[in-house]
């Protein structure tokens, strides 16, 4: 299997799934141990003596056909008699893989409605395995019975100790369960086990642990749903690990409940990907593709476990959600225990840097561009009112360099920081400190969390310094809800899926995306020709050069005086899609050269050595080129956006997202590509219209949500002029599906 075929894999549906069903794998009455042994270090005993271990309390049956006792506890010959002694939600089956699907009957007769299955051999084997895992998925539906796994290491509820698992994790001398309102769903068992330890040694409290295996039937998404739903403790956000993706719009539902969610999605390579002769299908790799994806799931996607177990931080430690109020005291604040929002409702993008370290502000501001967000701008209020806190050798320029002395006042250092924080176009504050020792950390604890509770505004922190220097620091600021970080592009990570995760609650519950795409005008996509398909653009409303197709030479001539004595003459040949690398494009052409063109046009042939037409068109003035093109992926219809023109796939800079989309997504694809630059006016050139360009992408937009299955819409370039003088569309091609190799 390809990776793309991997990331796009849906998972079996099963429309009588409901989150109550699984919650035994967390919060069971009891636990059945299919495959249970007595010799120590066994995987068949490791879960009964991990479930005695961490504290649970809810009937632990171990089954073995001999009904010998496993770790001083009785033991039963099958499930069913494990069930007459008390009740059994969840079995665990660690049996050889050939007698896991009698293992299953056995659950399903006992009553249990869902099994852990712990044992390998199947899909991940070989063909054999995989056909011995769709006989496992089959009598499962037919008996009723959710499976999860196989191969898989199992769950962990913290709240209630059910470790119902055999990762060599809880094996650890010093392992505590640390709980908490995240959950953790993973679809490596080894490898999500080792994050748990990370998460676990750094104070990271999660609620549910759960290893979803080979996802024959349950997979990671129908878990981070139902985690979702849980209310003791209540879940807060969800982080995952996955290596394929299923039901996406379960996650969107997630996040549009207000819970976040950061995947750490494997394969990032673009194998799989499919090779396509149009530009956009080039482009559009299965690892873009799952970006888009995920992001229009709302869901922030991580490049490592350190990333994803920061952003648990974050989820933990910054609420989420309600503006800033104004106390009586006549300063910005928040109602006792409200989440904290940054001004303004919709972003978080503005940052105010807070340092004691000329080199961590540089930092800082360096990871803040770098990450799509912006040094805020200080009001020329707010500095005036620091250049009567901070000494003349510091800055008050952002980033705010108090210096040591100002940090060693906790009366200016608060005065400094309620400064920053009041600033109307200050989203959020990432402290940065290098070497805090002693007392300076409770000093500067203080000061933060104070700020931050009476402002309401996200205060991150770095602390860049060995763990000697203050060993109970990360503690002290943990404890004072403060996430901090030892480098300054780690806090900005951070911030920046913070803000990701405020973007996508302020666009939930029905935006112009959920909104059904118009129907194209008629015959919009009958015609794959460049002629016919700009005709049809045109009479869509969207701007295309004027021009018309010629017949012969004194009909090409004829048509360059229409132009106005200079003119663009474009071979129209079935087939050929790329126009310029084969000269099928001729520039500047004058009366003079109209024949010469026209019959060196005229006599390329299309792969299947068709002739086409000639096409001439008015000359259009230099500007910034794009590419806007669609095309069909497993995970949806994406739209490409990005720099044009005859290098576009030599640059590749492109941004893409899953159709429909809206202005803001439009605006966004432009700003994180270099056509923000362009279309800014780089190297003394006028600022184009990027206003005209946006409406035309989001007009394309909706007619690309009509093309037929499985076409693919190329349009490049798409020439932006000079300001107010709006686009063209200087080349247009379409493939349909029937039309493809």
């Not at 931050?452 to 809800?481: I, K, Q, S, Y």
């Not at 048509?559 to 084969?582: T, Y």
Request: hydrophobic letters at 45%; proline letters at 6%.
């Amino acid at each position: 299997m390809t990776s793309e075929q991997a990331s796009a894999s849906p998972l079996p549906a099963r429309p009588d799934a409901r989150p109550a069903a699984l919650r035994p794998l967390w919060v069971a009455r009891g636990i059945a141990v299919v495959g249970a042994s007595d010799r120590a270090g066994a995987v068949g005993r490791l879960p009964v003596q991990f479930l005695q271990r961490y504290g649970y309390t809810g009937g632990i049956y171990p089954v073995r056909p001999d009904g010998a006792p496993v770790a001083g506890l009785t033991s039963y010959p099958s499930v069913e008699e494990a069930a007459r002694a008390g009740e059994v939600d969840v079995a665990m089956v660690m049996v050889a893989a050939d007698k896991v699907v009698a293992a299953v009957q056995d659950c399903a007769a006992a009553g249990v409605g869902v099994v852990i299955v712990c044992s390998s051999g199947f899909a991940e084997t070989g063909p054999a395995g995989a056909a011995l895992q769709d006989e496992l998925v089959r009598v499962a539906g037919e008996l009723g019975v959710r499976v999860l796994g196989p191969n898989c290491i199992g769950t962990v509820g913290t709240a209630t100790g059910q470790v119902s698992s055999f990762s060599p994790l809880f094996s650890g001398a010093s392992t505590q369960l640390v709980p908490g309102g995240i959950g953790f769903v993973s679809q490596s068992g080894a490898l999500g086990y080792g994050a748990v330890s990370l998460a676990f040694e750094r104070g990271l409290g999660l609620g549910w642990v759960v290893n979803t295996g080979n996802e024959a039937d349950i997979g990671a998404t129908e878990v981070m749903a139902a985690l979702a739903e849980e209310q003791q403790p209540r879940c807060t956000g969800l982080l995952g690990y996955a290596e394929s993706l299923g039901d996406l719009s379960s996650l969107a539902r997630v996040t549009a409940s207000g819970v976040p969610v950061a995947m750490l999605k494997a394969g990032r390579s673009d194998a799989g990907a499919r090779a396509a002769a149009s530009h956009t299908g080039a482009l559009a790799t299965g690892d873009k593709v799952v970006d888009a994806a995920l992001r229009r799931a709302g869901v922030v996607r991580v490049d490592d476990v350190e990333e994803l177990l920061d952003v648990g931080d974050v989820m933990v430690l910054v609420p989420l959600v309600q503006d800033r109020q104004v106390g009586s005291d006549g300063v910005p604040g928040r109602a006792p225990g409200a989440p904290l929002r940054q001004p303004g409702g919709a972003r978080l993008r503005r940052i105010a840097v807070v340092t004691t370290s000329g080199g961590s502000g540089i930092l800082a501001a360096d990871a803040i561009e770098a990450r799509g967000l912006e040094l805020a701008a200080l009001a020329d209020d707010t500095l005036a009112d620091l250049d009567q806190i901070v000494p003349a050798y510091g800055s008050t320029a952002n980033p705010v360099d108090v210096t040591a002395s100002v940090m060693s006042n906790p009366d200016l250092f608060d005065q400094a920081l309620t400064t920053i924080a009041q600033d109307p176009g200050v989203d959020a504050i990432v402290a940065c400190f290098c070497v805090l020792t002693g007392s300076d950390v409770d000093a500067v604890v203080q000061a933060l969390a104070r700020v931050r509770e009476r402002t309401g505004v996200p205060v991150v922190v770095t602390r860049t310094g060995a763990d000697h220097l203050a060993p109970d620091a990360a503690a002290t600021m943990r404890a004072a809800g403060l996430p901090v970080y030892p480098t300054p592009a780690r806090a900005v990570r951070a911030v920046a899926a913070l803000a990701q995760f405020v973007q996508a609650g302020s666009r939930a519950g029905g935006n112009d995306r959920d909104q059904p795409a118009g129907h194209a005008p008629p015959d919009l996509w009958a015609h794959t020709d460049e002629s016919s398909l700009k005709q049809a653009l045109a009479g869509a409303g969207l701007p295309v050069p004027v021009g018309r197709l010629v017949s012969d030479r004194d009909d090409a001539l004829a048509a360059v005086e229409q132009a106005g004595g200079q003119a663009v003459f474009k071979a129209v040949v079935p087939g050929l899609l790329h126009k310029s690398e084969a000269g099928g494009v001729v520039l500047d052409v004058t009366s003079e050269r109209a024949a010469e063109v026209y019959d060196r046009l005229g006599a390329l042939r299309g792969p299947d050595g068709s002739a086409g037409q000639v096409l001439v068109e008015e000359m259009v003035p230099p500007g910034v080129e794009v590419l806007v093109g669609s095309a069909d992926t497993p995970l949806g219809r994406i739209l490409t956006v990005g720099v044009g023109g005859v290098l576009t796939e030599v640059v590749a800079d492109v941004a893409l997202r899953l159709l429909p989309i809206d202005r803001q997504d439009v605006e966004e694809m432009v700003d994180e590509t270099r056509l923000r630059l362009l279309l800014a006016g780089a190297r003394g050139r006028p600022p184009a219209d990027r206003a005209a360009l946006v409406d035309t992408i989001a007009a394309l937009a909706d007619l690309a949500a009509t093309l037929p299955a499985g076409a693919e819409l190329d349009l490049n370039p798409i020439t932006v002029l000079a300001e107010g003088d709006g686009v063209r569309i200087l080349d247009a091609a379409l493939a349909l599906a029937d039309e493809e190799d």
